[in-house]
């Protein structure tokens, strides 16, 4: 079976009509979500990254250096 590729916002409307069975992305469960549908256990965590120019000109290091210095 082929995997299938789908806009991020299909996957939970393509899941509910059928057209796959699960979704393999993460997916930060919400309430909204989970009013349509239903999630697993946590399997796995990816931690987060930002890419920036080489030597790091703005001495970027975490989500409140790019809040307070982009």
């Not at 992305?25 to 239903?38: G, K, Q, T, Y």
């Not at 990816?46 to 030597?55: F, L, N, R, S």
Request: charge should be negative; proline fraction near 9%.
């Amino acid at each position: 079976m082929e995997p299938v590729v789908t806009e991020w916002g299909s996957l939970i409307p393509g899941l509910q009509a059928d057209r796959f069975d699960i979704i393999t992305d993460s997916m930060f469960i919400l309430p909204e979500r989970c009013r349509n549908v239903l999630f697993t256990d946590l399997i796995a965590t990816i931690p987060t990254a930002a890419a920036v120019p080489k030597g790091n000109p703005k001495d970027l290091h975490s989500y409140e250096d790019i809040r307070d210095k982009v």
